[in-house]
């Protein structure tokens, strides 16, 4: 099959995806004319597509879908989450920099940040995600390159005052990334309160049907690269032919960037058959993700009342130290995650959560069928208890992923697992 490609911010789009299904274009070369059209994409990998270690139509169908979505000028998918983590920071970072983050993220970003990177020379400073102005602005340093935070943390569920942390990291010159993962761009648009830099776990609500792996980039375009902190975008790229990124592909010049160097050198990339099932996912977002804010109110509010339940962490709840800041940037809801603490600890969680049914215990989140996690025991493993107590996580805390089946039937799980206690 023969595939024209028109050029579109970052990336290329394959004209013929007006279709309803986004076509598989499983291939991993594509062919040239002749041997001047193909020195022509390496001296400029914009002019066409080279190879799906880093660009695929089918790919980059899905990635203009979701920059639209954010309201973003491009986006990169890669094969995970963590890989759009890894790679947003590397884009813009290098041995003897500095980075900013609240304290209140997923734990595998924490082990990212505070060790991978420390190996690499990339140093980390951690704030509370309710710092004040003054207490983030003390964690600058001459070389603090960005400053990152989770929309809703998982699984702590905090929620990111985005624009407190972007006008701080305006003021320093500095870009701020957020993770938006749990409430996509259907409850929240981080860009439209100042975040520069959007990535997400594409594993989680945008596939929704936990079968595929990936995340993420998405460049808002609004950042100003040429201010003299970030020289990587301003001097010639001798890897490129001495591409100058801010003067050849202006406002995108920062995912252009990612995609030029790290994910050619990476290979990061998913695969056509991953991005068409994500593909299939995002088509049904809207609908999902306002099903699954009304399912975890309840249950929220079935939790808040039970005898055996110490406390309940959901944004929505009125009772939550996070409902206002909630309702200013995610009024129509907090996804479908909830954590909260049991009364006897770790072990009653255990117990509590061997006796549930409909439930599954399993290391995924914001599936459409409901499942739980204990976040001590599984995906904050790694941390201190002093790292789990700054993460927000309590031996006792169950996080628990409210699918999408009939809420009396989750009510009922919860019910009979209550009673085994």
Known sequence: MKIETKCLHAGYTPKNTEPRVVPIVQSTTYVYDSTDDVAAVFDDPTKSLIYSRFENPTVMAVEEKIAALEGGVGAMCTSSGQAAVLCAVLNICKAGDSIISSTSIYGGTINLFAVTFKKMGIECIFVDPMASEDEIRAAFKPNTKLVFGETIANPALTVFDIEKFAKVAHEHNVPLFVDNTFPTPILCRPIEHGADIVVHSTSKYMDGHAVQVGGVIVDAGTFNWANGKFPEFTEPDESYHGIVYTETYGKAAYIVKARMQLMRDFGCYPSAQSAFYLNLGLETLPV????????????????????????????????????????????NGCSGVISFVIKGGRSTAVKFMDALHLASNEVHVADIRTCVLHPASATHRQLTDEQLVAAGINGGMIRFSVGLENIEDILEDLRNAFAAL
């Open 288 to 331: 999902r993700m306002k099903q699954y804010c009304e399912n975890a109110k309840t249950v929220a509010e079935f939790l808040e009342a039970n005898e055996h339940v110490e406390s309940v962490i959901y944004p929505s709840l009125k009772s939550s130290p996070y409902y206002d800041i909630a309702q200013k940037y995610l009024p």
